[in-house]
Protein backbone atom coordinates (compact mmCIF):
# COMPACT_ATOMS: atom_id res chain seq x y z
CA UNK A 1 0.00 0.00 0.00
CA UNK A 2 1.76 3.24 -1.18
CA UNK A 3 1.65 6.14 1.57
CA UNK A 4 2.14 9.70 0.63
CA UNK A 5 3.42 13.10 2.84
CA UNK A 6 2.97 16.55 1.84
CA UNK A 7 4.91 19.28 2.73
CA UNK A 8 5.27 22.72 1.43
CA UNK A 9 2.22 24.09 2.43
CA UNK A 10 2.18 27.73 4.29
CA UNK A 11 0.75 31.01 4.46
CA UNK A 12 1.88 33.55 1.55
CA UNK A 13 0.21 36.54 0.49
CA UNK A 14 -2.01 37.09 -2.63
CA UNK A 15 0.03 36.46 -5.94
CA UNK A 16 2.52 34.57 -4.30
CA UNK A 17 3.85 31.70 -4.99
CA UNK A 18 4.35 27.74 -3.24
CA UNK A 19 5.57 24.53 -3.94
CA UNK A 20 3.93 21.44 -2.79
CA UNK A 21 5.70 18.39 -2.78
CA UNK A 22 3.89 14.64 -2.60
CA UNK A 23 6.45 11.80 -1.59
CA UNK A 24 5.78 9.12 -2.02
CA UNK A 25 6.82 5.16 -0.85
CA UNK A 26 7.27 3.72 -3.40
CA UNK A 27 7.93 3.77 -7.39
CA UNK A 28 4.48 5.40 -8.67
CA UNK A 29 6.14 6.84 -12.07
CA UNK A 30 4.51 4.72 -15.07
CA UNK A 31 2.27 2.89 -12.50
CA UNK A 32 0.03 5.24 -10.84
CA UNK A 33 -2.25 8.38 -11.26
CA UNK A 34 -1.09 11.37 -8.76
CA UNK A 35 -3.40 13.74 -8.22
CA UNK A 36 -3.90 17.19 -6.21
CA UNK A 37 -7.47 17.69 -4.35
CA UNK A 38 -7.84 20.53 -2.47
CA UNK A 39 -10.36 21.28 0.70
CA UNK A 40 -11.65 24.42 1.97
CA UNK A 41 -13.97 24.87 5.61
CA UNK A 42 -17.29 23.56 4.66
CA UNK A 43 -16.83 22.46 1.29
CA UNK A 44 -16.37 18.86 -0.69
CA UNK A 45 -12.80 18.13 -1.56
CA UNK A 46 -12.41 18.77 -5.34
CA UNK A 47 -9.98 17.64 -7.96
CA UNK A 48 -7.17 20.26 -8.72
CA UNK A 49 -4.09 18.43 -11.11
CA UNK A 50 -3.21 14.86 -11.93
CA UNK A 51 -0.17 13.29 -13.66
CA UNK A 52 0.19 10.40 -15.21
CA UNK A 53 2.21 8.80 -17.64
CA UNK A 54 -0.54 9.98 -20.50
CA UNK A 55 0.09 13.56 -19.36
CA UNK A 56 -0.95 16.69 -16.99
CA UNK A 57 -4.08 17.46 -16.13
CA UNK A 58 -6.31 20.75 -14.58
CA UNK A 59 -9.24 21.96 -13.22
CA UNK A 60 -9.95 25.16 -15.27
CA UNK A 61 -9.44 27.66 -11.88
CA UNK A 62 -5.91 26.89 -11.86
CA UNK A 63 -4.72 26.34 -15.50
CA UNK A 64 -1.99 28.59 -16.42
CA UNK A 65 -1.03 29.61 -12.43
CA UNK A 66 -0.34 26.33 -11.32
CA UNK A 67 2.04 23.29 -12.58
CA UNK A 68 2.22 19.53 -12.05
CA UNK A 69 5.45 17.91 -12.28
CA UNK A 70 7.02 14.86 -10.92
CA UNK A 71 11.08 13.59 -9.86
CA UNK A 72 11.38 9.84 -10.66
CA UNK A 73 14.39 9.31 -9.13
CA UNK A 74 12.34 10.73 -5.50
CA UNK A 75 9.15 9.12 -6.53
CA UNK A 76 7.80 12.47 -5.55
CA UNK A 77 4.99 15.20 -6.99
CA UNK A 78 5.36 18.18 -6.98
CA UNK A 79 2.54 21.29 -7.36
CA UNK A 80 3.71 24.71 -7.95
CA UNK A 81 1.11 27.43 -7.58
CA UNK A 82 2.19 30.71 -8.65
CA UNK A 83 -0.06 33.80 -9.01
CA UNK A 84 -2.55 32.58 -5.77
CA UNK A 85 -5.86 34.18 -5.23
CA UNK A 86 -8.22 34.78 -2.47
CA UNK A 87 -9.83 31.67 -3.97
CA UNK A 88 -7.13 28.97 -3.57
CA UNK A 89 -6.98 28.77 0.51
CA UNK A 90 -7.63 24.91 1.68
CA UNK A 91 -6.00 22.00 2.86
CA UNK A 92 -3.62 20.35 -0.13
CA UNK A 93 -4.16 16.51 -0.43
CA UNK A 94 -1.86 14.68 -2.43
CA UNK A 95 -3.87 11.14 -4.17
CA UNK A 96 -3.13 8.01 -5.64
CA UNK A 97 -4.59 5.50 -7.74
CA UNK A 98 -3.30 2.33 -9.57
CA UNK A 99 -3.79 2.74 -13.24
CA UNK A 100 -1.72 1.81 -16.07
CA UNK A 101 -4.41 3.29 -18.50
CA UNK A 102 -4.76 6.78 -20.32
CA UNK A 103 -8.03 7.83 -18.37
CA UNK A 104 -7.53 11.33 -16.76
CA UNK A 105 -9.45 10.34 -13.39
CA UNK A 106 -10.52 13.64 -11.54
CA UNK A 107 -13.04 12.15 -8.83
CA UNK A 108 -12.37 11.86 -5.33
CA UNK A 109 -13.65 8.11 -4.92
CA UNK A 110 -11.07 7.52 -7.85
CA UNK A 111 -8.51 7.18 -6.28
CA UNK A 112 -7.34 5.06 -3.13
CA UNK A 113 -4.35 6.70 -1.03
CA UNK A 114 -4.39 9.90 0.44
CA UNK A 115 -2.07 11.62 2.02
CA UNK A 116 -2.24 13.76 5.49
CA UNK A 117 -2.85 17.18 3.52
CA UNK A 118 -1.16 20.49 4.09
CA UNK A 119 -2.52 23.53 4.81
CA UNK A 120 -2.16 26.42 2.38
CA UNK A 121 -3.03 30.12 3.33
CA UNK A 122 -3.47 33.37 1.26
CA UNK A 123 -3.57 36.58 2.91
CA UNK A 124 -4.40 39.91 1.12
Known amino acids: QVQLVESGGGLVQTGGSLRLSCAAS????????IAWFRQAPGKERDFVAS??????YYTDSVKGRFAISGDKDKNTVYLQMNSLKPEDPAVYYC???????????????????WGQGTQVTVSS
Open 51 to 56: IKWSGT
Open 95 to 113: AARDSTDSYPYTQRNDFHY
Open 26 to 33: ERIFGSFN
